[in-house]
Nanobody, 124 residues
Framework: QVQVAESGGGLVQAGGSLRLSCAAAGRNFNKNAMGWFRQAPGKEREFVAAINWSGGSTDYADSVKGRFTISRDNTKNTGYLQMNSLKPEDTAVYYC?????????????????WGQGTQVTVSS
């Protein structure tokens, strides 16, 4: 069992940056791939970024490539999402998720544990 909790959301102007953190509690976090998803009002939850258990493999949605960076520190049981050059269309609730398994996944159904989400609002 793994519990995850996001932090670091907030209000930022377009072009600004935020770093989200995902703190994990429980056993075997370093054996879990993790991902970030987001959900804007009236829209479905969408994939943002994912990272495998070691941090050696990552994947990104086309909409955030080159602007967002996913990373993890297994010694701290924490994952991160560095978001640069933010745009108003990045406004959403951002969710951290962990999955049982070493390989990363890009679909919400591939993930077993979810946080409560953190709001990111980008003003124009």
């Amino acid at each position: 069992q793994v519990q995850v909790a996001e932090s670091g959301g907030g209000l930022v102007q377009a072009g600004g940056s935020l770093r989200l953190s995902c703190a994990a509690a429980g056993r075997n976090f370093n054996k879990n791939a993790m991902g970030w998803f987001r959900q804007a009002p009236g829209k479905e939850r969408e994939f943002v970024a994912a990272i495998n258990w070691s941090g050696g493999s990552t994947d990104y949605a086309d909409s955030v490539k080159g602007r967002f960076t996913i990373s993890r520190d297994n010694t701290k049981n924490t994952g991160y999402l560095q978001m640069n050059s933010l745009k108003p269309e990045d406004t959403a609730v951002y969710y951290c998720a962990a999955r049982v398994g070493y390989a990363l996944g890009i679909g919400p159904l591939e993930y077993d544990y979810w946080g409560q989400g953190t709001q990111v609002t980008v003003s124009s």
